[in-house]
């Protein structure tokens, strides 16, 4: 596209004098661009926007375990690096391309992102803007793969995946694409971002398969690696919409900057009806708790909710449709949980279903734009616009998710046939961080005493001894566990719950198993060198059979660097003493809580 200066002097005595505005016009089609302070704002809010990618990075390392978060957060950057090479290097220009050869289907031009002196703002500013948008579209499906997908595997699909986005961003957001020629109204990206990617996503997590365990044990929720990362990761998000939105605009000039403060006022509204649908459901489901990733879902997709429309809905329809597609979201994520396809971060509830009900919702709520005509002179449903608006806008829904299921399967099928995209066992069970970074985490990653997470992985695991998984301890008393660089015997007495007489022949009940972990404290200086660490920790566990406490009083010597697991069964446990490394023992005493 090129475009020429038009300069105007405004006489403002009583605020600013005489002040100068410049503004572009498109020497192909002479309409009006936008003007200095137009790119301004663009500039400003993609700024903003482009801090997003930490909310979803936090929020993403929120939802996984402790070995997951850093590679999460790595895949975030990838994201932003390899997946914004690729949009400045074509996707830019697929999508808004106006050279010979532009069609309804993609645009052609503006490849390899450059300007002259006189275009650059203009140019410069919609690149960096549409960049923010092309990245979240990415980022949504990272979320969805995470805690099994090799990062070189990520990597190459986040390049490519531009290919994903760029097209359907032409056929709404392109001068002639052809969705847009239709009437159909997305105004921030319900569609066009969300939808989008949330069907990659969908292709990529059913192509990957659940994580190892996940529904071993049923389709229960499993419990966040960190509330406080989700929360701030979500909060980072909210203030992101709000650029996201407002920015949406395209500018301040005219009467764009009180379309921007109402899609302010809606996304903050709209954001509070959802949040509010997630706790009354959360409170409802739970019997008076709050769980986080009800709070947060809803809150989220009640932003996904209101963005196509937040310009052209008022505040109080903003509300009704941001707690709609709230719970939308949260049932959304309950309901992929039931097919048993692994989600780890409710990506498709929070950005499908709320994509989906973002874009059905213009098509009810819609009104007319008499300031900047963002509606395209068009009405929704119940304000009297006929079925045609929500006609397009479920059409636009039924085109985008197929595009990008399509091209997602064939970005990825040849990848996971040649090469693999998902982890082997031994690696899944490792952790991203330790084999894909390097990373080794201090304290045990993935087990919870209260059943959850050891439900999700079945499988010990000793990571600095043997580099692979272990096998649970054989169900017998007596029985020896091998970890390649030790060798720990369990012998003792267990008194069965039936009260006979039998001792060593009890078997674990593999259903109701706890794990007691002895982590390793770091004292020695060097590697090499043996430091023997005393620890003793009290905990209660309950027996679910007999509702009767068992005390269990650890106490344990070993090397450094040791990582030892000890899985027992709900019993009636007596005193007995057993030996461990380096002659160290560990008392299991019954009795009552201190």
Same mark, same amino acid.
């Given at each position: 596209m090129e475009y020429e200066n038009l300069t105007t002097q405004n006489e403002n005595s009583t605020i600013m004098g005489n002040t100068t505005t410049t503004t572009f016009k498109c020497k192909?089609?002479?309409?009006?661009?936008?003007?200095?302070?137009?790119?301004?704002?663009?500039?400003?809010?993609?700024?903003?926007?482009?801090?997003?990618?930490?909310?979803?990075?936090?929020?993403?390392?929120?939802?996984?375990?402790?070995?997951?978060?850093?590679?999460?957060?790595?895949?975030?950057?990838?994201?932003?690096?390899?997946?914004?090479?690729?949009?400045?290097?074509?996707g830019y220009g697929l999508s808004f391309g106006e050279d010979v050869g532009s069609n309804p289907f993609c645009g052609v031009g503006s490849f390899f992102v450059d300007a002259t002196n006189d275009n650059m703002g203009?140019?410069?500013?919609? !690149?960096? !803007?549409?960049?923010?948008?092309?990245?979240?579209?990415?980022?949504?499906?990272?979320?969805?793969?995470?805690?099994?997908?090799?990062?070189?595997?990520?990597?190459? !699909?986040s390049f490519f995946n531009t290919l994903v986005y760029c097209i359907p961003a032409h056929w709404i957001w392109g001068t002639?694409?052809?969705?847009?020629?239709?009437?159909?109204?997305?105004?921030?990206?319900?569609?066009?971002?969300?939808?989008?990617?949330?069907?990659? #996503?969908?292709?990529?997590?059913?192509?990957?398969?659940?994580?190892?365990?996940?529904?071993?044990?049923?389709?229960?929720?499993?419990?966040?690696?960190?509330?406080?990362?989700?929360?701030?990761?979500?909060?980072?998000?909210?203030?992101?919409?709000?650029a996201f939105n407002c920015g949406s605009t395209f500018g301040i000039s005219?009467?764009?900057?009180?379309?921007?403060?109402?899609?302010?006022?809606?996304?903050?509204?709209?954001?509070? #009806?959802?949040?509010?649908?997630?706790?009354?459901?959360?409170?409802?489901?739970?019997?008076?708790?709050v769980h986080v990733p009800d709070l947060v879902n809803g809150i989220l997709g009640a932003l996904v909710s209101v963005t196509a429309g937040c310009a052209i809905i008022k505040p109080w329809e903003a509300i009704v449709i941001g707690g709609i597609g709230g719970l939308l979201a949260?049932?959304?994520? !309950?309901?992929?949980?039931?097919?048993?396809?692994?989600?780890?971060?409710?990506?498709?509830?929070?950005?499908?279903?709320?994509?989906?009900?973002?874009?059905?919702?213009?098509?009810?709520?819609?009104?007319?734009d008499p300031i900047e005509n963002m509606s395209k002179g068009q009405n929704g449903l119940f304000r009297g616009g006929g079925f045609y608006l929500l006609g397009v806008q479920l059409l636009?829904?039924?085109?985008?998710?197929?595009?990008?299921?399509?091209?997602?399967?064939?970005?990825?099928?040849?990848?996971?046939?040649?090469?693999?995209?998902?982890?082997?066992?031994?690696?899944?069970?490792?952790?991203?961080?330790?084999?894909?970074?390097?990373?080794?985490?201090?304290?045990?990653?993935?087990v919870f005493f209260n059943g959850e997470r050891i439900q999700s992985e079945p499988t010990l695991y000793s990571r600095r001894q043997s580099r692979r998984s272990t096998h649970i301890l054989n169900n017998k008393v007596g029985s020896t566990a091998s970890m390649k660089s030790y060798t720990w015997t369990v012998s003792g007495s267990i008194k069965p719950n039936d009260n006979s007489q039998k001792q060593n022949e009890t078997e674990l009940d593999a259903k109701s198993i706890k794990t007691v972990s002895f982590l390793p404290t770091n004292e020695s200086k060097e590697r090499d060198e043996t430091d023997f660490v005393n620890s003793t920790e009290t905990m209660k566990t309950t027996d679910n059979k007999d509702n009767e406490n068992i005390l269990i009083n650890r106490r344990s010597s070993f090397k450094k660097?040791?990582?030892?697991?000890?899985?027992?069964?709900?019993a009636k446990i007596e005193p007995i003493e057993t030996p461990c490394l380096s002659g160290s023992t560990i008392n299991l005493l019954p009795g009552t809580a201190q």
């Open positions: 192909t089609c002479g309409m009006e661009a936008m003007s200095w302070d137009d790119a301004t704002w663009i500039l400003a809010t993609s700024f903003i926007i482009f801090t997003m990618q930490t909310g979803f990075g936090m929020l993403e390392a929120g939802a996984v375990s402790l070995k997951n978060e850093v590679n999460i957060m790595v895949k975030n950057a990838v994201d932003v690096i390899f997946g914004g090479i690729s949009y400045w290097a074509f203009v140019v410069f500013s919609t !690149f960096v !803007f549409q960049l923010s948008f092309a990245t979240t579209a990415t980022t949504i499906v990272s979320g969805m793969m995470a805690e099994r997908t090799k990062l070189l595997t990520y990597t190459i !699909f002639n694409g052809f969705l847009g020629a239709l009437g159909v109204i997305d105004i921030a990206g319900s569609g066009t971002v969300h939808l989008l990617g949330a069907a990659s #996503g969908l292709v990529a997590t059913t192509l990957l398969k659940p994580r190892l365990g996940r529904y071993d044990n049923g389709t229960k929720p499993l419990p966040l690696g960190n509330g406080t990362n989700s929360i701030l990761g979500m909060f980072i998000l909210w203030w992101g919409w709000l005219g009467g764009k900057w009180k379309l921007a403060a109402k899609s302010a006022a809606t996304t903050l509204v709209g954001a509070m #009806g959802g949040g509010a649908s997630g706790m009354i459901y959360s409170g409802i489901r739970t019997k008076g708790q949260i049932i959304g994520v !309950f309901l992929l949980d039931k097919l048993r396809v692994d989600d780890p971060v409710g990506g498709f509830g929070v950005h499908g279903v709320g994509g989906f009900w973002g874009m059905i919702s213009v098509g009810l709520f819609a009104s007319y636009a829904c039924v085109c985008i998710t197929i595009w990008s299921a399509c091209m997602t399967l064939l970005i990825l099928l040849p990848m996971h046939l040649i090469y693999g995209i998902r982890m082997s066992e031994d690696e899944e069970i490792l952790g991203s961080d330790y084999v894909e970074h390097g990373i080794e985490h201090q304290l045990q990653t993935g660097d040791a990582e030892i697991e000890r899985t027992i069964s709900d």
